[in-house]
């Protein structure tokens, strides 16, 4: 199994799409994946009703009692599967998840009642006792139900194997939470029959109650050697791919040529050379066989457009390494080269 285009790939796969969902998901999301149940058993009968324009909810996919998988929704779309929830992470406190997160809806009936030596779901259809599991709720005492219906091996296989192909598509993915989790009294899904806790530790995300985990590292894809592209219009200069990242120097101006090295998402890392006037006081000329024939000796030294002019990009650091072109009394003309991340919609390559 694996993602292709934001969409689920290999056996026992459908798409149904639904109409219900609110665009895509912002920058870094998803970050979470939301277990749940249908309070059903009957797959077709939850995508009927998902699909459902009268009915406010939606999910990316649901798993069927023999492990079918239909899809309603692209991985990249925020659907509508939480509701009103909230979660105390370590270091963030949240107030909705539909925006962070891909629901997967289990076929599963849920808490079940003990009457009469016989199982029976919240509508009133009896279930049979091989498939009753008991054991008590993360929430009790709010969730006090100690009868539920138990999960088949293959649909817990199955949600194992879309988990990790998630993770591997989206390396954003930090989280795996229970609806429970996210709506303790509201809502019980998955419930205790459901191994929850076994498929956080297996796909290696954050386990509750330890540390913050680390922020995800994006995927960097490394070009071709010696591609290179052309500036569409100004475009912001940053240290990492995304908006988020601090500015590194001086926006490409349109037409300006860069080196492309890597590709993450819809980011470029290129390079750019750099050529501007220093302060002589602080080079360190070096007459060796080095690719370079001088170095920044301050800790921190503004590269300007001329003697004294204005700033051109972020400051030179200390062993940057610099060719110098020429010298006017205390000031140097030095060439040295940038990098830096760009959107790429902005690049035309060339």
Known sequence: MEVKDHKLVGE????????????EFGQGAPDTIIIHYTAGNDAKAAVKVLKNPTVKA????????????????????????AGVSGYNFPNEKRTTFNKYSIGIEIANDGYLKLEGGKFY???????????????????????????????????VKVVFEICAALIKAYPSIKYILGHEEIAPGRKTDPGPAFPLDELRQKMGVWIPGTAAPAAAEPEKE??????????TGKVNFRSGPGADYEKVAEALEKDEKVLILKKSGDWYEV??????????????????????????NAEILNIRDKPNGEKIAKPLTKGQKVNIIKQDEGWMQVETQVKGWVAAQYIKLA
Not at 12 to 23: A, C, E, L, R, V
Not at 222 to 231: F, Q
């Open 12 to 23: 026992k796969i459908s798409f149904d799409p639904t109409t219900k969902i609110s665009g």
């Open 121 to 155: 779901n919240y509508f009133k259809r009896e279930i049979a006792a091989e498939f009753a599991f008991k054991g008590r709720h993360r929430n009790y005492p709010t969730t006090r139900s100690e009868y539920w219906h138990s999960y088949t091996e293959e649909q």
């Open 271 to 296: 390079m750019q050379d750099i050529t501007g006037w220093v302060s002589k006081e602080y080079i360190l000329q070096d007459n060796t066989d080095d690719d370079a024939d001088g170095s920044v």
């Open 58 to 81: 939606s999910a990316h996919m649901v798993v069927s009692r023999e492990g079918e998988i239909v899809q309603l929704a692209n991985l990249n779309v925020i659907t509508w599967h």
């Open 222 to 231: 490394k070009m071709p050697l010696g591609t290179t592209g052309v500036a």
